[in-house]
């Protein structure tokens, strides 16, 4: 059974810095790319990130691209997301999601989510 | 940037056939997939490549791409298929998301 585990999120004050892990399983984590969505308090999904299966292709969205930074660690089955310059905006639940394929392309579906994590950006 | 349209809401009967479409430019070029979320829960992939299910999706959940509309078909709705559902395609960036469609069984 594929499982995702989110952790990492919490209460930072704008212009602070949060880093999200989430822990892989049931899986071969090697053979899939990876994605970070995130949806904010009763809003829409908004896709924030993503990176191949070996890690050599990664992409941004606008909106996040220049602050945050998404890595994996493959050997550890773990997939990050670094967020630096945080803003309220970027109050959400954060969830990791499994691609069906290895490269970051468009013919992929996330067919795994994690349960999520939520980050609140606020003074 | 790319956008996808969906929306705001749609409602069907139990046991009639619900559709909610998801438009953009030229979409037919590119492959569709579909989201339930309920409430609380995170997102379920129930159609990818436009037209297929994954394994554990109900036959009653279906899909179609042509030329600037795709079309999630739900046939048979219970009240379990109440939710929210999302398209999602792709352009310059990987994942686009449409603004979601809350669909309603009554």
């Known amino acids: 059974e594929v499982q995702l585990l989110e952790s990492g999120g919490g209460l930072v004050q704008p212009g602070g810095s949060l880093r999200l892990s989430c822990a892989a399983s049931?899986?071969?984590?090697?053979?899939?790319?990876m994605s970070w969505v995130r949806q904010a308090p009763g809003k829409g999904l908004d896709w924030v990130a993503a990176?191949?299966?070996?890690?050599?292709?990664?992409y941004y969205s606008d909106s996040v691209k220049g602050r945050f930074t998404i890595s994996r660690d493959n050997s550890k089955k773990t997939l990050y997301l670094e967020m630096n310059g945080l803003r309220p905006e970027d109050t959400a639940i954060y969830y990791c999601a499994k691609d069906m394929v290895a490269a970051v392309a468009g013919e992929g579906g996330l067919d795994s989510w994690g349960q999520g994590t939520l980050v609140t950006v606020s003074s | 940037s790319y956008e996808l349209t969906q929306p705001p809401s749609v409602s069907v009967s139990p046991g009639q056939t619900a559709s909610i479409t998801c438009s953009g430019d030229t979409l037919d070029n590119k492959y569709v997939c579909w989201y339930q979320q309920k409430p609380g829960q995170s997102p379920v992939l129930v159609i990818y490549?436009?037209?297929k299910r994954p394994s554990g999706i109900p036959e009653r959940f279906s899909g179609s791409n042509s030329g600037n509309t795709a079309t999630l078909t739900i046939s048979g709705t219970q009240a379990m298929d109440e939710a929210d559902y999302f398209c999602q395609s792709w352009d310059s960036s990987p994942k686009v998301f449409g603004g979601g469609t809350k669909l309603t069984v009554l």
């Open positions: 990176i191949s299966a070996g890690g050599g292709s990664i």
């Open positions: 049931g899986f071969t984590f090697t053979g899939y790319a």
């Open positions: 490549q436009d037209t």
